[in-house]
């Protein structure tokens, strides 16, 4: 019988489930674990609801990096992040891997899950790189800075993070609107929130310069050079929907 552990979809919670499909010795084969706001009830299969424990995550996290080191586990983190479907399956099965192979891990080219694993983390990290230098930022009448995206992984806490070191002086707010989440700094700490529905203004002040920006895009352009395909290869459509100097 398959053994189904739930868990509250944050990357702590899933470490959880994992420790614990690990440490009780159940087959990797017989084990799925599914976040609660995605499971569909099924009589046949055996569920076990996991509780999101601090101390667990962190004792997994330490064995991780003994086993291997610190970049495995971001490796895991990032995937994790990832869009994937049954991305969780493909990590645990990973964490089996690890086990038994440990810093080797990363030279196992030929296996499907090592490199299914690398890939969705490289996705993810190429993204998060994308959006460090992407995010446009207005001031806001309410009186903080606010940017909005839609990324097509969940990095709204590694986005965040970057942005609480790089604008620490500033109150400010990133909004995933594809997943109705949101960052909140408050130049103490950040936040996360679910929200929906939200409506800010920019300053009339933000707005001018806004279009400034707009006609020094413009004014700096060379027609003659123009390439909208090179474009597109080095900056895909995805990601224009927030800029500033292409609406």
Not at 106 to 131: C, P
């Amino acid at each position: 019988m398959y053994k189904i552990f739930l868990y509250d979809g944050t990357f702590e919670g899933f470490m959880c489930a994992a420790f614990h499909i690990i440490s009780e010795g159940i087959d990797k084969d017989r084990a799925i674990i599914v976040s609660k706001n995605e499971y569909q009830p099924m009589f046949i299969y055996s569920v076990r609801e996991v509780q999101n424990d601090f101390k667990t995550f962190l004792e997994m996290r330490k064995g991780i990096i003994e086993k291997a080191d610190s970049s495995v586990f971001k490796k895991i983190y990032y995937a994790f992040l990832s869009d994937t479907k049954d991305k969780e399956s493909y990590i645990l099965r990973y964490l089996f891997l690890l086990l038994t192979h440990g810093k080797k891990i990363k030279y196992l080219y030929s296996n499907d899950i090592v490199n299914a694993v690398e890939k969705m983390a490289k996705n993810v990290s190429r993204e998060i790189g994308k959006y460090m230098g992407l995010m446009r930022f207005c001031e806001t009448n309410e009186g903080f800075l606010y940017a909005k995206f839609e990324p097509k992984n969940d990095i709204i806490k590694p986005i965040a993070y970057f942005f609480k070191n790089r604008l620490n002086e500033f109150c400010w707010a990133v909004h995933d609107v594809k997943r109705n989440k949101i960052a909140i700094f408050d130049k103490k700490r950040v936040q996360f929130l679910t929200c929906s529905n939200l409506k800010l203004e920019a300053t009339q002040q933000d707005e001018m310069f806004q279009m400034l920006w707009k006609t020094y895009f413009k004014a700096m352009a060379i027609e003659e050079r123009k390439n909208l395909k090179l474009q597109q290869q080095n900056m895909p459509k995805r990601y224009w929907k927030y800029l500033v100097e292409k609406n």
